[in-house]
């Protein structure tokens, strides 16, 4: 990370630019929807003042950018909190011709799942203004809560059929964010349902037809594990019931709902936990079998 030492303010003309971003945001939205903390709000007052009096400091005064906290209003009473900094300093020897992007992150809510979050926070793009890329998320955001309150039927791949199998995987060690969230973001479009478990021992359920669990495995390791060596995509299948009916109603990752973490880094699950969880869905038997 750089050191503060390292940051330059902007040409005045590009502080005065993401101040009017600013000030746009907030004539846009009511004062209980959108607000800054109070080192945010006393770097911008200074800035502001100023621009208005040609007072800018040249060097960085402390802060690089500006925090504010939006609450969008998504579908009724579903607000969605989004982190946006607005830089107001560069790093480099030269100063831009242009403003730096203000960043915007989604602070994950209740009524949506991290994998999820994640696909959408991965979905901000750098060359959209400001404004559009909030109808964006606005847009997602509505379309995710609008698909949860449906009434979705039971899974059926459009390409495969068969009888309903559920297999376990077990893996030694899974952690990496990025990874563990491709396991969820891809199940639906091979009509999977399930769970997944990570940390060491890590543990993947599906439910689907052995067709499609299949299409699935091997889609993760060859496009979502392309870059790991093929000696570190440690992963088996321990089990593979059949003729069974659907427990699970989508796929999720359960790591932080289910048990506490244990070891140095945290990594190490609670598998009493998980079988107590299994059991309470029918399911508390098949992790014997899957840990043998």
């Given at each position: 990370m750089a050191s503060s030492s390292s940051w330059h303010m902007l040409p005045s003309e590009l502080i005065e630019h993401q101040i009017a971003q600013i000030d746009l945001l907030l004539a846009m939205y009511p004062e209980e929807e959108v607000a800054m903390e109070k080192h945010s709000q006393d770097l911008f007052d200074m800035l502001k003042a100023g621009v208005e009096n040609n007072t800018l400091p040249n060097k960085n005064p402390g802060a690089p950018f500006s925090s504010l906290l939006l609450n969008l209003v998504i579908l009724e009473d579903n607000t969605l909190q989004l982190d946006i900094g607005v830089p107001f300093t560069y790093e480099g020897k030269g100063p831009p011709e242009i403003a730096p992007p203000i960043k915007i992150r989604i602070i994950q809510p209740p009524w949506m799942n991290r994998a999820t979050t994640t696909h959408l926070n991965s979905q901000i793009s750098d060359q959209e203004d400001l404004f559009s890329s909030i109808d964006s998320i606005k847009e997602s955001a509505a379309e995710h809560l609008q698909n949860q309150s449906s009434p979705q039927p039971a899974p059926v791949s459009a390409?495969?059929?068969?009888?309903?199998?559920r297999a376990w995987f077990y893996f030694p060690s899974i952690s990496t964010r990025s990874k563990r969230d491709d396991f969820i973001i891809h199940a639906p479009s091979h009509s999977l349902t399930?769970?997944?478990?990570?940390?060491?021992?890590?543990?993947?359920c599906l439910e689907g037809t052995s067709s499609d669990i299949d299409s699935y495995m091997k889609f993760i390791k060859t496009e979502s594990w392309g870059?790991?060596?093929?000696?570190?995509?440690?992963?088996?299948?321990?089990?593979?019931e059949e003729g069974v009916e659907r427990v699970f109603g989508d796929m999720r990752e359960i790591t932080d709902e289910v048990g506490e973490r244990r070891g140095v880094r945290a990594n190490r699950g609670d598998m009493r936990a998980v079988e107590g969880w299994l059991g309470e869905r029918g399911l508390g038997e098949a992790l014997a079998k899957v840990l043998m």
């Open positions: 390409q495969t059929s068969g009888p309903l199998v399930g769970f997944l478990f990570a940390g060491k021992p890590g543990l993947l870059d790991i060596p093929s000696h570190h995509k440690k992963v088996s299948e321990r089990l593979r």
